[in-house]
């Protein structure tokens, strides 16, 4: 079962739907024959660990394989650091670049707590070095000011066995095509299937 964790951060709007659904990444992976689930985050939650509790209540009576997108990144972390038990991987697409002033001014100032952490907002880099499960790690491709490739190289290069995927543009981006990324996903998780 994949748990696809939406992006955004304080945005109206933004929901699994909109950005899974619409951008017809569920429907593809669904086409793969795969088991997808897209709950909505609580994107106003207040704090990452009340969003990990939030997804939490949505999970299946199994594990399952997180893709998280963008700022969903810190919210899935979190949930897979409270409850290693449950995910069997973990699929960081498009990580939000932290610590960057012009992208995080353009917050709310309800925002500014989340934007606390390391290379991922909401978390320690201690706390990544401590994942036990399966990472992959992918980029975008071409990057911006809000997902920097630096950002996706430091979570190689700190998370252990961490893998790179191939990058795309992330949704709802124009130059986003579901295709690379369906491919995508659907290698990694077939990667978990394998003895």
Same mark, same amino acid.
């Given at each position: 079962? #994949?748990?696809?964790?939406?992006?955004?951060?304080?945005?109206?709007?933004?929901?699994? %739907?909109?950005?899974?659904? +619409?951008?017809? $990444?569920?429907?593809? *992976?669904?086409?793969?024959?795969?088991?997808?689930?897209?709950?909505?985050?609580?994107?106003?939650?207040?704090?990452?660990?009340? %969003?990990?509790?939030?997804?939490?209540?949505?999970?299946?009576?199994?594990?399952?394989?997180?893709?998280?997108?963008?700022?969903?990144?810190?919210?899935?972390?979190?949930?897979?650091?409270?409850?290693?038990?449950? $995910?069997?991987? *973990? =699929? =960081?697409?498009?990580?939000?670049?932290?610590?960057?002033?012009?992208?995080?001014? +353009?917050?709310?100032? %309800?925002? $500014?707590?989340?934007?606390?952490?390391? $290379?991922?907002?909401?978390?320690?880099?201690? %706390?990544?070095?401590?994942?036990?499960?399966?990472?992959?790690?992918?980029?975008?491709?071409?990057?911006?000011?809000?997902?920097?490739?630096?950002?996706?190289?430091?979570?190689?290069? =700190?998370?252990?066995?961490?893998?790179? =995927?191939?990058?795309?543009?992330?949704?709802?981006?124009? #130059?986003?095509?579901?295709?690379?990324?369906?491919?995508?996903?659907?290698?990694?998780?077939?990667?978990?299937?394998?003895?």
């Amino acid at each position: 079962m #994949l748990v696809l964790v939406h992006g955004g951060l304080w945005d109206d709007g933004m929901d699994g %739907e909109r950005f899974w659904g +619409r951008t017809g $990444v569920a429907a593809g *992976l669904r086409g793969e024959g795969l088991a997808v689930t897209a709950p909505d985050r609580a994107m106003r939650a207040g704090s990452w660990d009340a %969003e990990a509790e939030h997804l939490a209540a949505a999970l299946p009576d199994r594990p399952v394989v997180l893709v998280a997108g963008s700022n969903g990144c810190s919210a899935a972390v979190r949930l897979a650091l409270a409850r290693p038990g449950r $995910v069997r991987g *973990l =699929l =960081l697409c498009w990580p939000a670049t932290a610590g960057d002033a012009p992208v995080d001014g +353009r917050l709310p100032a %309800e925002a $500014v707590p989340l934007l606390a952490g390391g $290379v991922l907002r909401g978390v320690r880099d201690e %706390e990544l070095t401590g994942l036990r499960m399966p990472v992959g790690v992918l980029p975008s491709v071409p990057e911006n000011p809000v997902h920097r490739r630096w950002t996706a190289d430091a979570l190689l290069a =700190l998370v252990p066995g961490a893998v790179e =995927l191939p990058g795309c543009p992330e949704p709802p981006h124009p #130059l986003f095509r579901p295709g690379p990324l369906v491919a995508a996903v659907a290698g990694f998780a077939a990667g978990l299937r394998r003895p």
